[in-house]
């Protein structure tokens, strides 16, 4: 069946604990990660190539001019990239490969990646997503207000996603997503070789009844 | 999440064990199992409303007459059929009903339930088909032949198909079909109701900061 990694983009709202699901999913069931390029600053405790790959703003526009990144966007003063070499390289090699980005960048890859499976990890109801964000008591209310409002602008993207995944339980969210991989890689649109061989096959062992 | 009821039409190779994988769907999953009506007369331990519902000529006519099957066929000498009301009773009550049925019948079910997910269950490859097929002991030479030359004829249906699904380890290809289905229900296009409600959900909190 079939042997071609395929390209699993994973967004969603702020606060919703994609971060911690998207780390579970490469602890557990051996996904490949693609790390992000950024320019901004590392911060305490953050490390380059675990992170992020932290680049200069020379470095960073070298690999726009070569066509380094399947998408790249600023942010403030910041550049964020999606290094191109790793995903081909792992897809190339049949593994599947998690790419967490936001709504825009997935948007951007489903473009030039058709066939890429975008899920969006949401939560069970607004009032639970809130309680999240005030929960991290790191945050004043501004901020607060300004990634509510951010989430119900995103709800008219989540259409554009394949799948959308509850983060109620973080377990049952990550074998759920694992489920939605498993699935894909069943579709018959993703096993033309398998059907091309088995025709060929069988044709052959019939012609000898 | 989405509440309702999804059809899943099961088709697959003759010889691959589909039978055998409905059932321990339904035993370890609980999903509704659809029974066909047919005309031909009960064999040896086949009970009535379990294996088929059995009926005469004229009940059956009667059933097409009243628009009472979403698909009939006629092989031979006898009729077969899906009855309506159980199908859309089941889904109504927001179970995922199951539907066992060769391929042109499953081609029937998608024209008129858009929204039906279509598995076919295969063999790893032909040689392990035609061993299957061997294997039974109870055909002759001439029947295998004629079920590997239309094993050849479905693999170009196999595409109309929304899922393979390999049947090597029965087990692992029933829970196979069950992440298939789980997956299924995650599509943000059976989904309508949650972001409909998410968004005003969002739009009230969010006035709130």
């Known amino acids: 069946m079939n042997k071609n990694g395929m390209l699993i983009v994973i967004s969603g709202f702020s606060g919703v604990g994609k971060g911690t699901a998207v780390k579970k999913l490469v602890e557990k069931y051996g996904y490949s990660l693609s790390v992000s390029a950024t320019t901004r600053a590392p911060r305490v ?39 191109k070499k790793f995903v081909e390289d792992e897809l190339a090699k049949g593994n599947n490969v998690i790419l967490e ?49 951010r989430a119900y602008e995103e ?6 996603y394949d799948y959308l995944v509850v983060n109620d339980d973080l377990d049952v969210c990550v074998d759920d997503i ?7 890689s069943f579709r018959s649109t993703r096993n033309n070789d398998y059907m091309r061989n088995m025709k060929t096959e069988l044709e052959t062992i019939r012609k000898d009844y």
Not at 53 to 61: A, S
Not at 155 to 160: C, G, S, T
Not at 178 to 184: D, K, M, N, R
Request: net charge negative.
């Open 45 to 83: 405790g953050e490390v380059d190539g675990v992170d992020y790959h932290f680049k200069t703003v020379e470095e960073f526009q070298n690999l726009i001019d070569y066509n380094g990144f399947i998408e790249w966007a600023q942010y403030v003063e910041n550049y964020y990239g999606t290094p």
């Open 101 to 149: 980005i936001e709504v825009q960048g997935a948007m951007h890859i489903k473009e030039q990646y058709p066939d890429a499976v975008l899920i969006f990890i949401t939560a069970p109801d607004a009032d639970t997503l809130k309680e999240r964000l005030e929960g991290r008591g790191t945050e004043d209310a501004k901020v607060i207000a300004k990634r509510l409002k």
């Open 155 to 160: 709800i008219d993207d989540m259409v554009q």
């Open 178 to 184: 694992h489920s939605v991989i498993c699935a894909e």
